[in-house]
C-alpha cells in the first residue's frame, strides 16, 4: 500500500511537471515580462552581501555569461538557462558600477566651521525655515578628499532669501548622514550616497552672499521652480497653496503637518508624490487639448497625423514637468512610462502594456539599480503591473466592452458615462490600494484602512479639476493670467483636504502594524508578479507564496532590549510584549522605535514612569520584572560601579574601564565604545543561551556607504 502510494504520487508529480513545462513553454511572449524581476534579483543579490565585491568579477561573469549564450544560442534549455544567470549577473553588475560611478567623499566625523560653497537647491519650510543643498568648495580647512562633496543644511533664521547658484558663506555644523536606528532598519547613509549626499547639518549663522548666481541651465531651472512655486503659495494661499506649489514643482516642506497626516490617514499620500498619476494627467490632459486643437482644423486633421503631433507636444511637456518637478526618482520613473506610451502612440502600437511596464522597469533598475531598496519604486510599479494586468484580462476586457456605450448618442449616454466613470474608479482604486499595501505596511507600518472611500472622493477632482487647472495655469503665467485657473486648482485642493481631514477622522483610519520579516515581503512579491505576469490558468499557483508570505507576515522575532546608535537611549520589552523606553524625549530613534512595533504611543507615553518596569533617577534607570534578567542603564561611572553589583546586564552611555569590568558580576556590559563601533544594538534574551546581539555595523557589512569604526 506504502509503495503503491509513492507510485502514485510520482506519477501526479511527473504529470503536474509535464503541464507546468508546457504551460511555461506556450506563454514565449510573456517571458520578456521576467527580465526586469530578473534584473531585480541580481540588483538584492548584490545589496545583500556583507562585503563589496571587486568591480571586475561581476563584470567578467556578464561577459562570460554572454559568451556561453552565445555559444548554446541553439539548444533551447541550456540557453534558457544561461539567459536567466546572464540577466540576474547583469543587475549585479549594474548595481555595482552605478556604486562605483557615485562614490564620493563622505564627511568622516562631526565637524563645525565655515563652509563656502554654491547654491544648489532651496526649498522653504512651513515655518519659513529653509533646506539648502550646498555644493561645499571649502569647509574647516578640510583637504577635497575628505570635504563632502555635497551638503543639505537647515536654515532656521529668520529673513533668509537665497537663489540657485549663489555662492555663499556662513558657519555649520555638519555630520556624516546618520545610520539606521535599529539593526537592518532603514539605512539614510546608503540612500544619501546614491543621491552624492556626503553630510547633512544646520547652520549657526546667515549665509553671507559671495557672488550671485552664475546662471547655468540647472541654476536657472532651479531658479524657476521656486519662483512659480512662490507665486503659486501666493496667488492660493493657505495649506491648499502649499499642497498646489508641491503638485508643479515637488516642494512639499511648506505643507503642514497636520495636512500630511490627514492625507495619509485618508490613503491620499500619493497624490503629494509626483509620480504617474501626475504625469500622466498633466501629459494626457496636454495631449488631448493639443490634439482638440489640431483636429478642429480640417485642413490640419484630414491630411496629417495629428494624433501624432500631439504626442509630441505631450512629450515635450512631460519633459518640462519633469525638470520643473526637481527630477525625483518617482517622476523620472513616471516620464520613462509616458515616454514609452507616447512612443507607442508615433508607433501605432498600444500605449499601456505589460511590456512598456516591464521595459520602464528594466530601464528604471539599470540606470539607478538602488531604486529597487526604495518604496517608491516598489509601490509605483506594483500599482502599475497589477492595474495593467487587470484591465488586459480578458473577462474584464468584455465586461468594459459590453458596458461601453457611444458618446456621439448624446446626453443619453451621459448617465452611463458617468456610472463606467465611477466604477472604473473605485476599481482602480481597489486594485491599486491591494497591490501597494504590503509594500506600504512593510515600508511605513501603514495601513489607510478607508483608503477606497478617499480616493473615490477625492480623485475625481484630483483628475477632473486639479491637474487641468495646474497645466493652464502655467501654460497662462507667462501672460499674467495665471490667477483664475490657480483659483479653481485652489478650490479643488481646498474639497480634497476636507475630504482627507473627514476619512482621516473616521475610528481606526490610519492603522500601524509591526515591521514584518523580508521573506514575507518577498514572498508576496513574488506570489503577485507569477499572478499578473503570466497568462493561462498555471498562474493561480501565485496564490501559494502569496498565502505563505501573508501567513508568515507577524512572524519578525522581537528584540528585547533597543540601545540608540549612541547609547543615548534605551528599551526594553515587558511580558506583555511592549518597550518602554528611558527617555521621554521625542527623539527620532524612539519615534522610529515605535513605528516599527507598530506602537500608536508617543515617546513620553512609552516612557511614562508610574508602572512602568524602568525606574530611574538622574545617574541611570533599572528595568526589572519577575523572573527577567535585571537591566541596568548607567550614565555615569560612579552608576555603573553601582549596578554592576546587582545587575544581569549592564548598558552605560560612558565609558566602562578593564578594571570595573573584571569585578562587575553581569553577564553582559555593553559601553559607550560598543555602540561607537557598532552603532544600534539589539539584545535577545533566549531562554537556554547567553544574551544575542545584532548590531547595526554587522547587518550593514563593510560597504562603501558604511563608515569604518
Not at 432 to 454: C, K
Not at 533 to 561: A, E, K, Q, S, T
Request: glycine share 10%; with cysteine.
Amino acid at each position: 500500500m506504502g509503495r503503491e502510494a509513492i507510485l502514485r504520487f510520482l506519477t501526479g508529480l511527473r504529470a503536474g511537471s509535464g503541464a507546468i513545462s508546457r504551460s511555461f513553454a506556450a506563454e514565449t511572449d510573456r517571458w520578456f515580462l521576467w527580465l526586469p524581476v530578473l534584473l531585480a534579483c541580481g540588483i538584492a543579490a548584490y545589496f545583500a552581501l556583507p562585503v563589496e565585491p571587486p568591480l571586475w568579477l561581476p563584470l567578467i561573469c556578464v561577459g562570460l555569461l554572454a559568451c556561453a549564450v552565445w555559444t548554446f544560442r541553439r539548444s533551447s534549455w541550456p540557453l534558457l538557462v544561461l539567459s536567466v544567470l546572464a540577466v540576474v549577473s547583469a543587475g549585479f553588475a549594474a548595481a555595482s558600477l552605478r556604486t562605483a560611478i557615485v562614490a564620493a567623499p563622505v564627511l568622516a566625523d562631526e565637524t563645525a566651521g565655515e563652509l563656502t560653497g554654491k547654491v544648489l537647491f532651496v526649498e522653504e519650510g512651513e515655518n519659513g525655515d529653509l533646506t539648502v543643498l550646498v555644493a561645499p568648495s571649502a569647509f574647516a580647512g578640510l583637504a577635497p578628499e575628505n570635504r563632502p562633496a555635497m551638503a543639505r543644511l537647515r536654515i532656521r533664521l529668520k529673513d533668509v532669501s537665497l537663489r540657485p547658484g549663489e555662492e555663499i558663506r556662513l558657519r555649520v555644523r555638519l555630520m556624516p548622514p546618520p545610520e539606521p536606528v535599529l539593526p537592518g532598519g532603514f539605512d539614510y547613509a546608503r540612500q544619501a550616497w546614491f543621491q552624492g549626499l556626503g553630510a547633512v547639518g544646520f547652520a549657526y549663522t546667515a549665509p553671507e552672499i559671495l557672488a550671485p548666481s552664475s546662471g547655468g541651465l540647472r541654476a536657472r531651472i532651479a531658479a524657476l521652480r521656486n519662483a512659480i512655486a512662490t507665486r503659486i503659495r501666493t496667488s492660493i494661499g493657505g495649506p491648499e497653496g502649499a499642497v498646489a506649489a508641491a503638485l508643479v514643482t515637488g516642494e512639499r516642506r511648506a505643507i503642514p503637518k497636520e495636512v500630511t497626516e490627514d492625507l495619509r490617514a485618508a490613503g491620499l499620500a500619493h497624490v503629494l508624490a509626483i509620480s504617474g498619476l501626475h504625469m500622466a494627467l498633466f501629459s494626457g490632459t496636454l495631449f488631448w487639448l493639443a490634439r482638440a486643437a489640431l483636429a478642429a482644423v480640417p485642413a490640419l486633421s484630414l491630411r496629417y497625423p495629428v494624433k501624432k503631433w500631439a504626442a509630441c507636444m505631450a512629450f515635450g511637456g512631460a519633459f518640462f514637468y519633469l525638470m520643473l518637478s526637481g527630477g525625483a526618482i518617482a517622476t523620472q520613473r513616471a516620464f520613462i512610462m509616458v515616454t514609452l506610451m507616447l512612443g507607442a502612440i508615433l508607433l501605432d502600437r498600444p500605449a499601456i502594456s505589460l511590456r512598456n511596464v516591464a521595459l520602464a522597469a528594466t530601464v528604471v533598475l539599470l540606470w539607478q539599480p538602488e531604486s529597487l531598496l526604495g518604496a517608491s519604486f516598489q509601490m509605483s510599479f506594483a500599482a502599475a503591473v497589477a492595474l495593467v494586468a487587470f484591465y488586459e484580462s480578458k473577462s474584464v476586457q468584455r465586461v468594459i466592452a459590453s458596458a461601453r456605450g457611444d458618446w456621439r448618442e448624446g446626453p443619453a449616454q451621459w448617465p452611463r458615462f458617468v456610472l463606467l466613470y465611477f466604477a472604473g474608479l473605485t476599481l482602480t482604486s481597489l486594485v491599486a490600494g491591494l497591490a501597494t499595501a504590503p509594500y506600504a505596511a512593510f515600508n511605513f507600518n501603514r495601513l489607510a484602512l478607508y483608503g477606497l472611500a478617499g480616493n473615490l472622493a477625492a480623485m475625481p477632482l484630483v483628475g477632473l479639476l486639479v491637474m487641468p487647472a495646474a497645466l493652464i495655469g502655467l501654460i497662462l503665467m507667462p501672460f499674467g493670467a495665471d490667477a483664475p485657473a490657480f483659483w479653481v486648482m485652489g478650490k479643488g485642493i481646498g474639497w480634497m483636504l476636507e475630504v482627507a481631514h473627514d476619512v482621516a477622522h473616521w475610528g481606526g483610519a490610519d492603522r500601524l502594524v509591526p515591521s514584518a520579516p523580508l521573506g514575507a515581503l518577498a514572498l508576496v512579491t513574488f506570489g503577485g508578479l507569477w499572478i499578473a505576469l503570466w497568462r493561462r490558468d498555471w498562474r493561480w499557483l501565485g496564490v501559494l507564496p502569496l498565502l505563505g508570505g501573508l501567513l508568515l507576515w507577524p512572524y519578525l522575532p522581537r528584540p528585547d532590549i533597543l540601545i540608540g546608535r549612541e547609547g543615548e537611549i534605551v528599551a526594553a520589552r515587558d511580558l506583555d510584549g511592549k518597550i518602554h523606553l528611558t527617555s521621554a524625549r521625542p527623539s527620532y530613534t524612539a519615534q522610529q522605535w515605535l513605528r516599527v512595533e507598530g506602537d500608536r504611543r508617543s515617546p513620553r507615553d512609552a516612557a511614562a514612569r508610574e508602572g512602568a518596569p524602568w525606574r530611574c533617577d538622574a545617574r541611570g534607570c533599572a528595568f526589572h520584572e519577575k523572573n527577567r534578567p535585571l537591566i541596568a542603564y548607567s550614565r555615569t561611572v560612579g552608576a555603573v560601579a553601582e549596578d554592576c553589583e546587582l545587575a544581569d546586564i549592564v548598558i552605560s552611555a560612558v565609558p566602562v574601564g578593564k578594571g570595573l569590568r573584571k569585578g562587575c558580576r553581569a553577564g553582559l556590559i555593553l559601553d559607550f565604545f560598543d555602540f561607537w563601533r557598532n552603532g544600534a544594538t539589539t539584545v535577545y534574551l533566549d531562554t537556554d543561551e547567553k544574551p544575542r546581539l545584532e548590531t547595526a555595523r554587522a547587518a550593514r557589512g563593510a560597504r562603501p556607504w558604511v563608515r569604518p569604526p
